[in-house]
C-alpha cells in the first residue's frame, strides 16, 4: 500500500513539475522586436499595426532579426464582458485581434500583447489578477507569442508568485509564449526570475535622453546612461532564455545621431532585448541604419550569450568587452563626455577576462584584426596601439577577430 502510495505522489510530482515551466528555447538569444509604448502610449490601432508590420518587412526589420510586433497598455475596452472576458477597444480594433493577429503572422512576424499582474494595468484597463487562466486562454486561441507583463494596481501581492501564476498560465494554455516579466526591478527579478520569465525589466521607464531623470511625482524615467549605470552585477543571471531587459530602445525618438548609434551599442554590448520603439514608418535613413546594422545586432545575439559590461573607466572614457562565441571579443570605447576623446589605447596595457565564459586574452600570445562595426570596415589589428577620435555621447565598436 504505502509502495503505491509513494509512486502515486512521485507521479502527481512529476506531473505538477512538468506543468509548472516557462516555454523552453524560445529566446535562446535576446528577443527582438517593436513596441507600441515609448512613442504611442495607449493611441494605437488596427492602422497603426498594420503599417507597422508592413514597415518592418518592407524597411528589412524584421530580416535583420526583429519578430515580435508587441501592442502595449491601451489595446483593450474599459471593461471586461459578462464573462469575465477581455475584449480589445472596439473602435482602435473594429475587426477584432485575431484579423489583426492573422495579418502579423501571415507578414512572417509573431504577435505580442500587454496586460499587468495588478487587478487594473498601469494606464487603467482591466488588468489580470484572477482571471490569469481565462486571459492565457484568450491569447492562445488568438495566437498571441509574447506577453509583456506589468506591475501596476498590484496591492501587496508576491510579485514571485504572480509571475509564476501568470506563467503556469501560459503554460497550460500550450501556445508558446515568450514571457516578459516587468516589475522594473523592484523584487529583484535577476534572483528568482530565470525559469519563471525569458527576460525580466531591470529597471524603471527609459525616456528619450542621454543622461536625464524625467521625475513624474511617484516615479521616474531615465535616461539612456542612467539605465546603463544602474544594477550593476547582475550580468551573471543573463543567458540563453533569460534576460536582463534595460527597456525598450528609444532611438530615433529625439537624440542625437552620436546618442543614438551609443544607445544601441550598449544595449548589444550588454545582449539586451532589442525591442524598437520608433515610429518605424516614418524613420530616418540615420535611424534605419542604426537598427538594422547587422554587424552590432550580431554582437547582441551571438550565441554565447554572455552580457558585456565595462572594465575600464577613466574620466569620461568607459571601455566595455563582451566575449563572443568562437574567441572573437566586442569591444565599445564609450565617450560619456561633452568633449571629443582622443583616443590611444594601447591592447598589451589593457588585458580582458570575464568570469563567466572564463575567456581572457593579454594580447601578447595573439593578434586579433580589428572590424570597426559602425564604419564597416576592418582597420587594422591589435598587434599596434589604436588611434582613434570618438566624438561626445559617441561610441567606437569594435569586433576583434581571432586568427583561425
Ligand atoms: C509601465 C511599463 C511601461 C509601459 C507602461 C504602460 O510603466 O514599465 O513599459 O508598459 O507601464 O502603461
Not at 464573462?83 to 495579418?103: C, Q, S, T, W
Not at 495566437?143 to 501560459?170: F, H, P, Q, S
Not at 598589451?348 to 563567466?356: G, L, T
Amino acid at each position: 500500500m504505502q509502495k503505491k502510495l509513494g509512486v502515486l505522489l512521485f507521479l502527481l510530482g512529476t506531473i505538477i513539475s512538468v506543468s509548472a515551466q516557462k516555454f523552453e528555447n524560445l529566446a535562446l538569444t535576446p528577443p527582438m522586436g517593436w513596441n507600441s509604448w515609448n512613442t504611442f502610449g495607449t493611441d494605437i490601432n488596427e492602422a497603426l499595426v498594420m503599417g507597422i508590420a508592413d514597415a518592418m518587412v518592407h524597411d528589412g526589420y524584421r530580416d535583420a532579426g526583429y519578430s515580435y510586433l508587441v501592442l502595449d497598455d491601451g489595446w483593450m475596452a474599459r471593461e471586461r464582458d459578462s464573462l469575465g472576458n477581455l475584449v480589445p477597444d472596439p473602435a482602435k480594433f473594429p475587426n477584432g485581434l485575431k484579423h489583426l493577429i492573422d495579418y502579423v503572422h501571415s507578414k512572417g512576424l509573431k504577435f505580442g500583447l500587454y496586460n499587468c499582474a495588478g487587478s487594473k494595468t498601469c494606464a487603467g484597463y482591466p488588468g489580470s489578477r484572477g482571471h490569469e487562466y481565462q486571459d492565457a486562454r484568450l491569447y492562445a486561441s488568438l495566437g498571441v507569442d509574447y506577453l509583456k507583463y506589468d506591475w501596476c494596481n498590484t496591492g501587496k501581492i508576491n510579485a514571485e508568485e504572480a509571475y509564476i501564476t501568470m506563467r503556469d498560465a501560459l503554460f497550460a494554455a500550450q501556445h508558446p509564449v515568450v514571457f516578459s516579466i516587468c516589475e522594473w526591478g523592484d523584487n529583484q527579478p535577476w534572483n528568482w526570475a530565470k525559469d519563471v520569465g525569458h527576460l525580466w525589466r531591470t529597471t524603471g521607464d527609459i525616456a528619450p535622453c542621454w543622461n536625464c531623470e524625467e521625475n513624474h511625482g511617484s516615479w521616474s524615467s531615465w535616461g539612456v546612461l542612467r539605465i546603463v549605470d544602474m544594477r550593476k552585477g547582475i550580468r551573471k543571471v543573463a543567458g540563453p532564455g533569460h534576460w536582463n531587459d534595460p527597456d525598450m530602445m528609444e532611438i530615433g525618438n529625439g537624440m542625437s545621431t552620436s546618442e543614438d548609434r551609443a544607445h544601441f551599442s550598449l544595449w548589444a554590448m550588454m545582449a539586451a532585448p532589442l525591442i524598437l520603439g520608433n515610429d518605424i514608418r516614418s524613420a530616418t535613413t540615420a535611424t534605419k541604419e542604426i537598427l538594422t546594422n547587422r554587424e552590432v545586432i550580431a554582437v547582441d545575439q551571438d550565441a554565447l550569450g554572455v552580457q558585456g559590461n565595462p572594465f575600464w573607466r577613466q574620466e569620461d572614457l568607459e571601455i566595455w568587452a563582451k566575449p563572443l562565441q568562437g574567441g572573437d571579443w566586442a569591444i565599445c570605447f564609450l565617450n560619456r563626455g561633452d568633449t571629443d576623446l582622443h583616443l590611444k589605447h594601447d591592447w598589451q596595457a589593457h588585458p580582458i577576462s570575464d568570469d563567466i565564459s572564463k575567456n581572457w586574452e593579454n594580447f601578447k600570445s595573439a593578434v586579433f584584426q580589428i572590424r570597426d562595426l559602425w564604419k564597416q570596415q576592418t582597420i587594422g589589428s591589435t598587434s599596434v596601439v589604436l588611434e582613434a577620435v570618438v566624438p561626445p555621447h559617441d561610441v567606437l565598436m569594435l569586433r576583434l577577430i581571432k586568427s583561425k
